[in-house]
């Protein structure tokens, strides 16, 4: 053969193999598919990020962070004496940066990284590997650090929570060592056994899963670890100066409102966000996350206005947040009838809690921390393994799963629940002992008095 007979005999050889390396039109057609569906792509764009899942991901990801700053700090601020203000303020905001900094090191890693059903390992500390590229395990179409820095938002609420309870009493310092301790102590072991991919109670995608238990947005992982840390953390304290023999009452429920309404806002990125894809099951969240939340709020008025012939505005937005609070882990699971029956459910338990429980026990739980996101978290749980249906969510159609809903699934969400409520107490009850002892959790009676702001910040909240 001629060198110039050899020459075009390759040339066409690799047009034919080029060729055979593109992928066809079927293939294209396919991701694209599997892009519209949710699914793990197989064809030319694997491992790269969707425009429209990473844009919405990015989107909700800003939304949980407005609930704590503004949301959470403006709802608590108001509720709070004037002279408090700002130590509530400061105590949301002194969280965000110590919990994403404490992410960075190793939570996002101990929470979603592989290791043992309990925890994760150590192999993203400081996010190392947490790139753009999707991690399959958590977002075929979603970058991994988008990921991370979503789940970052959640993990900074949860430990916000618990200020509720423990409002206008307690030491900075004292709090945020505190938090600091139990985000590693509770959150992230929590987070990892419910959500991480090899998880001990992640029913949803593990199948080797030894509890096989469903939360979809946090009502375990958020509500519950918060809402009975709070309560007990509350107890150990003590009461308010006053409490029960004066009135303490709210300084600014214009505040609240607008924090209120933030919160419900900014809920939207919590519960829809949840389903990590711009795709059906997050519209669902949506439509159930909007109902819960109107369904709840209706419910404390309509029980205000029997009892005490006037509807408030502080029932009326504590309402709400129990709406969005209980609906939280079956967001994704449920349909409409579902999250209005959820509402029900959660306007009627949260106003028991808050007005007839905690005057009968007399715990003061400042802001109803316990009396809202316990209550309302512990109740979603059960509820989601109730009412939970492959027609919203489909994931749920999974061998290991599927036989368990409309049946036996409410006892996974019993099991998992009464650990984690177990956990919450026990770490939190230790916490308190040794760190009392050691830098003292209570203020001072005369700064107490005084109030946290000048005290502990030497700044006010108003100069008029």
């Known amino acids: 053969m001629t060198p110039l007979c050899r020459a075009l005999v ?46 919405w991901m990015m989107v909700s990801a800003g939304l949980v962070l407005f609930m704590t700053l503004p949301g959470l700090a403006l709802f608590y601020g108001g509720l709070v004496r004037r002279k408090n203000v700002l130590s509530v303020l400061a105590q949301c905001l002194g969280l965000a940066g110590i919990v994403t900094i404490l992410w960075w090191v190793c939570g996002y890693s101990l929470s979603f990284g592989k290791g043992s059903p309990f925890l994760g390992g150590f192999q993203w500390s400081f996010l190392r590997g947490v790139t753009a590229d999707p991690n399959p395990d958590y977002g075929a179409w979603v970058s991994h650090n988008v990921y991370a820095m979503y789940q970052l938002m959640f993990a900074i609420i949860t430990p916000g929570l618990i200020i509720g309870a423990v409002a206008e009493r307690m030491r900075y310092q004292a709090l945020m060592i505190f938090c600091a301790a139990w985000m590693v102590l509770v959150y992230f072991p929590v987070a990892h056994m419910l959500w991480g991919a090899d998880g001990w109670m992640n029913g949803l995608w593990n199948s080797k899963a030894a509890i096989k238990s469903i939360d979809f947005a946090g009502g375990i992982v958020v509500h519950m670890t918060s809402g009975w840390s709070a309560l007990i953390l509350c107890l150990l304290l003590g009461p308010r100066k006053g409490f029960g023999r004066e009135p303490i009452v709210p300084h600014s429920m214009v505040l609240c409102m607008v924090g209120t309404g933030m919160l419900w806002f900014g809920w939207y990125g919590f519960n829809a966000g949840s389903a990590v894809a711009a795709d059906r099951i997050a519209a669902n969240a949506f439509t159930a996350t909007t109902l819960s939340a109107a369904v709840g709020l209706c419910v404390w008025a309509v029980l205000e206005w029997t009892l005490r012939r006037r509807p408030s505005v502080l029932g009326m937005c504590s309402g709400a947040v129990a709406g969005l609070a209980t609906i939280t882990p079956a967001s994704g699971f449920v349909t409409p009838t ?3 029956l959820i509402g029900l459910a959660a306007g009627l338990a949260t106003f028991l809690a808050c007005g007839k429980l905690k005057s009968f026990f007399r715990y003061d739980d400042s802001l109803d921390t316990f009396g809202v996101h316990a209550v309302g978290g512990t109740l979603g749980t059960l509820l989601a393994g109730v009412l939970a249906t492959t027609e919203i969510n489909a994931n749920l159609s999974a061998d290991w799963i599927r036989p368990l809903v409309g049946t036996s699934l409410w006892w996974e969400q019993v099991k998992a629940g ?41 700044e006010e909240g108003y100069t008029h």
């Open 10 to 55: 390759l040339a066409v050889v690799g047009l034919f193999a080029a060729t055979a390396a593109e992928p066809g039109l079927e293939q294209r057609v396919s991701d694209l598919e599997a892009y519209i569906r949710n699914t793990a792509p197989a064809g030319p764009i694997q491992g790269n990020p969707g425009p429209g899942h990473n844009g």
């Open 338 to 340: 579902g999250a209005v």
């Open 418 to 458: 009464g650990l984690v409520l177990l956990l919450s107490v026990v770490v939190t009850v230790i916490l308190y002992a040794v760190i009392d002892r050691v830098v003292g959790c209570r203020v001072a009676e005369e700064i107490e008095n005084q109030g946290l702001d000048l005290a502990e910040h030497g």
